[in-house]
């Protein structure tokens, strides 16, 4: 046997071994994804923090639904370009919300706004006490409170 077929046969080996580990890691990732029902992880918030998830983006500027906002400070919400969360919706004001943190509580206040905000399908009237997986809908946009 040649020196140059014995290192083609060594080669081939190396690549049917490389080849079968794709195929096993391929695998390992299609039986995670089946044994899931196919659904999406959500990203989970740690002991302590407080996020807003966004359930429906609206018009919001780059917002990507299912995405989470890490909430450690308070929040303004609006249709001006220096609120912490920009809404680019005829239906919402240039300040519209805010969320405020406060004691390790969370709070939403209305900004007088015209349009309202929402709190579970209710209307915010002045500073009112969030908890978790509470849905807050701003014009188009709707929210969801983790604690």
Known sequence: M???KMIAGVFGIVFIVILYVIIYYALKIMYKDVKNGGKKRRPTIAKGN??????????????KDGSIIPIRSDLT???????????????????HAKIILRNNSLFIEDLNSTNGTYLNGNKVNGKVKVSNKDEIKIGTAVFKILV
């Open 2 to 4: 040649s020196f140059s």
């Open 50 to 63: 407080y996020g807003l998830e966004i359930i429906n983006s609206g018009n919001g500027k780059d917002l």
């Open 77 to 95: 919400i609006g249709r001006k370009e220096d609120n912490s969360i920009v809404l680019s919706d005829q239906h919402v004001s240039g300040s």
